[in-house]
């Protein structure tokens, strides 16, 4: 019985954790070297992460600064950049990457909040499915005689409690980033 709800407490952390991970990539006032995470670059016949070629730092609210470690890897970066098309067209002097964002209009913000409103969506309905998914277990496991009634009903209850503070941290983490996008 333990075994659930350990395994339901582990997929929630990971449930989380990917809505972090989803958020990081809504850009917000900020911008976040996670927009070049999905960034792969030819490095020596291998395709790289970005991060793994150069210093990427964030000197401004709307600039990334890309400083490759081999010069030589400026122009395969600036490539990988426009492949991607991350809205931003790269500008380089000969040894840094610059990455200049224009301010986010209003209805670029609410449309990044409704994008988050829908992750956020989308994760509680992860949480249910942990939840219905135990459920299930728990039941099979009482009509194979494993374990009582009582004792599915007392994993029930701790379930739902860890779902419910699942979600509400969801919930949570979706007012921040919504407060986040709206600032100016």
């Known amino acids: 019985m333990s075994q659930y709800l350990q395994d339901a407490e582990s997929k929630i952390a990971k449930t989380l954790e990917s809505l972090q991970s989803d958020f990081s990539k809504i850009r917000s006032g900020r911008v976040s070297a996670s927009v070049l995470d999905n960034v792969k670059v030819d490095s020596y ?9 150069a210093t990427i730092s964030n000197p401004e609210a709307r600039l990334i600064v890309i400083s490759p470690w081999d010069k030589s890897m400026i122009a395969p970066i600036e490539k990988a950049i426009q492949k991607e098309n991350i809205g931003v067209n790269p500008s380089n002097d000969g040894k840094v990457i610059r990455l200049a964002f224009p301010a986010l209009s209003q209805d670029r913000r609410n449309d990044s909040v409704k994008e988050a409103k829908q992750i956020a969506e989308n994760h509680k309905i992860s949480m249910r499915n942990i939840r219905r998914d135990i459920m299930d277990s728990l039941k099979k496991d009482e009509k194979e005689g494993i374990i009582s009634e009582n004792e599915r009903k ?6 739902q409690k860890a779902i419910d503070k699942g979600i509400e941290k969801i919930v949570e983490a979706f007012e921040k980033k919504s407060n986040e996008i709206l600032e100016i």
Do not use: F
């Open 45 to 53: 016949g291998t395709m790289t992460p970005v991060s793994q070629v």
């Open 154 to 159: 007392q994993a029930e209850d701790k379930l």
